[in-house]
């Protein structure tokens, strides 16, 4: 898992499309897919239900999701506090 996969997972959640998706983050849409696959591969669940009218969270998305943004906005946080501190 690592926060590239995170940041993907969470914008597919949050506009129910991996073409939106991708055109939002400026990726290929195989990209997303893939980064989503091996997330899912990694823990072992789906994420995303995939049906006729598009794409909803699985209850495993729905638990991760809350992690996936506290760890994307730590991560954001630790890079404006360390990249910016004076050596």
Do not use: W
């Amino acid at each position: 898992m690592n926060l590239h996969q995170l940041r993907t997972f969470c914008e597919v959640a949050g506009v129910h499309s991996f073409t939106k998706a991708a055109r939002n983050l400026h990726y290929a849409q195989s990209t997303v897919t893939s980064q989503i696959q091996n997330l899912e591969d990694f823990l072992g669940t789906a994420l995303f239900e995939r049906g006729s009218r598009g794409i909803v969270l699985t209850d495993a998305g729905v638990r991760l999701l809350p992690y996936a943004n506290a760890m994307l906005s730590l991560a954001e946080s630790a890079h404006r506090h360390v990249a910016r501190s004076p050596a």
